[in-house]
Structure formats: C-alpha cells, structure tokens
C-alpha cells in the first residue's frame, strides 16, 4: 500500500487528533491545534523546529503520527528526538511504521544527526513538558 508520508497540513490536523487522544497524551483538541499552528507560522528557521508528520493511507485516513526535531545529546550527540511515534491501523502495522521510520530517517540524515531516539509511550514525554530524561528506542542513523 502507498503512503503519504510528511509534514502535517492544516486540514488534517483534527483527524490527526484522534491518534494523539488515543495514546492518552495530556493535551486537549485546542492543545494540539495551537501546537501545530505554531508549526504553521513559523516564519523563520529554528534551531530545534518540532515538526508533525503524518503518515496517510489512499483513503485519506491518517494512520500514523511523529513528532521530531533535531537536538543534541550528552551521550549520543546530534540527535533527531521523537517523543511521540503513533501508528494506528489493524491492517498494515508494518507498511505504516515503515512509512514513517523512512521519512524520519531521511529527516535525520538531512540533519547529519547520529541518532534517532524514539520515546517510549510516556505522556509525561509530551514535546511541551519541558526537559525530560531521553528514554526509549535507539536508532543508529547511516550518514
């Protein structure tokens, strides 16, 4: 199955809500509407930008859901960070995770970043929580 994967539109935004309230991260719909405004908006490049990626099927269903950004850690250096990874389908767990692993990945090397580290599900791992201790999967990245 073919997947468009990449960063989140402005009409997709609502239905991408439903993975995040399904994974029971501490955000409500405006929460995560002003969240991913802020993406939106941004006029200049940042140093850390938080992108929302979508994964959706033919259909228009959106299936799975990353937030990344690049960082630096003590430990493994130059990361691309992702403190939410949802993948929501009966179907095709495999199809979409690769989908989405595929952009990050390139994300990553696009960053020279040496890792990616996805965060086990954790609400309080939310990217506006603030600092929080990394934990979860490491992915060496191939530069």
Not at 9 to 23: F, G, N, P, S, T
Not at 78 to 105: E, Q, R, W
Not at 113 to 129: E, H
């Amino acid at each position: 199955m073919a997947y468009l994967v990449g960063r989140i539109k402005r009409h997709q935004v609502d239905h991408a809500y439903r993975l995040i309230e399904a994974v029971d991260y501490p955000v409500d719909l405006e929460q995560w509407r002003s969240f991913c405004n802020r993406q939106f908006n941004r006029r200049f490049i940042s140093s850390s930008p938080r992108d929302v990626i979508t994964v959706e099927n033919p259909l228009g269903y959106i299936q799975g859901l990353s937030i990344a950004y690049p960082g630096n850690d003590a430990g493994y250096g130059h990361i691309l960070d992702v403190p939410v990874f949802v993948v929501a389908t009966v179907s095709d767990t495999a199809g979409v995770s690769k989908a989405l692993m595929g952009y990050l990945m390139a994300m990553a090397r696009a960053d020279n970043c040496r890792y990616i580290i996805v965060a086990s599900i954790d609400p309080g791992l939310w990217p506006d929580n603030g600092p929080n201790p990394r934990n979860g999967v490491v992915i060496p990245v191939a530069l």
